[in-house]
């Protein structure tokens, strides 16, 4: 499936999340020199690179949006109905992204950055719900796995 949209602006290669990371590493380094208890910067380190991975996904996210008043998706036309915040699952834990919302008349709506991103009714991506689906055939009593999978 091809979503069209015509070209607006040259891409941006710079990525703010990767230089908010670069600068609260060198505050934490300062504040921590020398290092006196070495369990608890590398537990702030963690912390700041898996913030910093959630950013870069968000920010990665949000470029597969579309904010224009109307597209076109295997010759259908679809227009933009609204512009709102979803939270989505990564692996890195909830990434927040504003998307936009289309509709064809009264179709269901569609998602650009969702159908782009193959993420699956809101929720994640395919390779997430397999391991959820798989996690479930494991650990869940028989009749329960009968009525949810």
Known sequence: MQVCQPLAEAANFSCHAIQQLEQKLAVLRQ???PIKHFEDYEG???KLFIEAEQ???AEDLTG???DVPAIEVSGVCYHRVLRS???YQSAVGPVR???TLYRNGKDHS???LELQAGIVEGIGHQKQLN???GWLRKCLPERLKAYLI
Do not use: N
Request: aromatic content about 0%.
């Open 97 to 99: 992204v504003l998307r």
């Open 85 to 87: 915040s979803e939270t």
């Open 110 to 112: 569609i998602i650009p």
């Open 31 to 33: 504040e921590h020199s």
């Open 131 to 133: 391991k959820l689906s």
């Open 44 to 46: 702030e380190i963690h």
């Open 55 to 57: 950013s870069v996904l």
């Open 64 to 66: 597969l949006d579309i």
